[in-house]
């Protein structure tokens, strides 16, 4: 199975940077995503790793530490609309987990002005 | 290119009846996966579709069942249902079972009295 931690809120000030944890124990592991849920909305994609190291795009950075089972996703330049949910997401390798994925509770970033 | 819809998008059903849910994927994807969402926490996976077949389930009971169409759109049924399925109930498609992007629906509001 797949057991996802990842912090239930973060506050941070607009032009901030931001950290977001997740850690991971997995018996099979296919990826690693990042997904933005804004209240009453649904998730939308923002990176994933499958490879260690760190993928950038744009204000959004996420690196993924297979070793350690550990990833962060970094919002740079915070703004206003970046206060949502962060959904950090697993996909399975193993026969009976394969493509699925496993979601954490997600984390709420509130930024203030 | 269309993008991922759901219908309906609220429902409010009474503890014991039965609810099908329907979702239209993405122009181009053959997978769709069914997540159930309470407030609050992550989406928790119920199933997944790959061409027509059931490709993986979450831990959820056969009273949550559903299909998957020749041009790929989906339907979830729940029966029996039970105030605890109140919940956002989200399906996303993708190419393939192992599609690097899942892209969501904007989800059904089931609210069970």
């Known amino acids: 199975g797949q057991n996802i931690d990842q912090p239930t809120e973060m506050t941070a000030t607009e032009g901030a940077i931001v950290q977001i944890n997740c850690t991971y124990q997995t018996s099979g592991f296919n990826g690693l995503f990042w997904y933005q849920q804004h209240a009453g909305e649904a998730p939308t994609f923002l990176s994933y790793n499958v490879l260690d190291g760190l993928e950038e795009k744009g204000r959004f950075s996420s690196f993924l530490s297979r070793s350690k089972g550990y990833s962060y996703l970094l919002l740079k330049e915070l703004q206003m609309k970046d206060s949502a949910s962060y959904l950090c997401a697993v996909r399975g390798l193993t026969t009976d987990s394969w493509g699925k994925f496993q979601f954490g509770a997600g984390t709420q970033v509130v930024v203030t002005p | ?113």
């Open chain 2, 1 to 113: 290119e269309t993008g991922v819809t759901q219908s309906p998008t609220h429902l409010i059903k009474t503890r014991g009846q039965q609810v099908t849910l329907r979702c239209s994927s993405q122009s181009g994807h053959n997978t769709v996966s069914w997540y159930q969402q309470a407030l609050g926490q992550g989406p928790q996976f119920i199933f997944q579709y790959y061409r027509e077949e059931e490709n993986g389930r979450g831990n959820f009971p056969p009273r949550f069942s559903g299909l998957q169409f020749p041009n790929y759109s989906s339907e979830l049924n729940v029966n029996a249902l039970e105030l605890d399925d109140s919940a956002l109930y989200l399906c996303a498609s993708s190419m393939g079972i192992q599609g690097d992007e899942q892209y969501f629906g904007p989800g059904t509001r089931l609210t069970v009295t």
